[in-house]
């Protein structure tokens, strides 16, 4: 079956360095993938989204990468902070899915001061 | 604006109880979802909506019930709780299947 999986659930980076969390996934019918960050005690929040036609899109300090060939995405955090400290979680969407959000199982991001 | 609402916050049933968790949403967003979040775990999906009148189930539907006769609400029901269910539960909603789903702040549920 389908599935998206983080590769580290831990990350841990110094403060002002840029963050990669890279996220697997197996089915090839995906359409859309999601990235969220969930803090300590609260609900998941949207940070960008990458459609299967596209390569590469970036946001405000944030790019996601997607790599079809090899059924890799990325999510990259320039210059992190430590409000930055969250566990991030991808997500994807697709028709055999029912266009639900089916998740993988999150990397925490920790940041050392 | 109070986007996604849910209530309550914490709750302890006791095994075999019944509940219900509310969950409201002021954007007149049409699609609507329950999650559930084990610790470590990503969110598996419990129901969902696609609009007033129109449920189905997701991922992990047993044990619970839901109903959609307005667009607001979006209620999660338990129908007999058991400990297996003792997790964090999250509503969100969307204006669409490809939009960015905005999630409440969840219910903490535990069940003894």
């Known amino acids: 079956g389908e599935s998206v999986g983080l590769h580290l659930p831990t990350l841990s980076v110094q403060e002002g360095d840029n963050s990669i969390i890279n996220c697997a996934y197996s089915n090839s019918a995906s359409d859309y993938f999601i990235w969220y960050k969930q803090e300590s005690g609260k609900g998941p929040q949207f940070i960008i989204d990458i459609r299967s036609n596209m390569d590469k899109r970036q946001g405000q300090r944030v790019t996601v990468l997607l790599n079809k060939t090899v059924k890799h995405l990325s999510l990259q955090i320039a210059a992190t902070q430590p409000g930055d400290s969250a566990v991030y979680f991808c997500a994807r969407l697709s028709m055999d899915s029912n266009y639900q959000l089916i998740w993988g199982a999150g990397t925490k991001l920790i940041i050392k001061p | 604006n109070a986007g996604v609402t849910q209530t309550p916050k914490f709750q302890v049933l006791k095994t075999g109880q019944s509940m219900t968790l509310q969950c409201a949403q002021d954007m007149n967003h049409e699609y609507m979802s329950w999650y559930r979040q084990d610790p470590g775990m990503g969110l598996r999906l419990i129901h969902y909506?696609?609009?007033?009148?129109i449920t189905d189930q997701g991922e992990v539907p047993n044990g619970y019930n839901v109903s959609r006769s307005t667009t607001e609400d979006f209620p999660l029901r338990l129908l007999s709780a058991a400990p297996s269910q003792t997790s964090v539960y999250f509503c969100a909603s969307s204006y669409s299947w490809g939009g960015g789903y905005t999630f409440g702040s969840g219910t903490r549920l535990t069940v003894v």
């Open positions: 909506s696609v609009g007033a009148g």
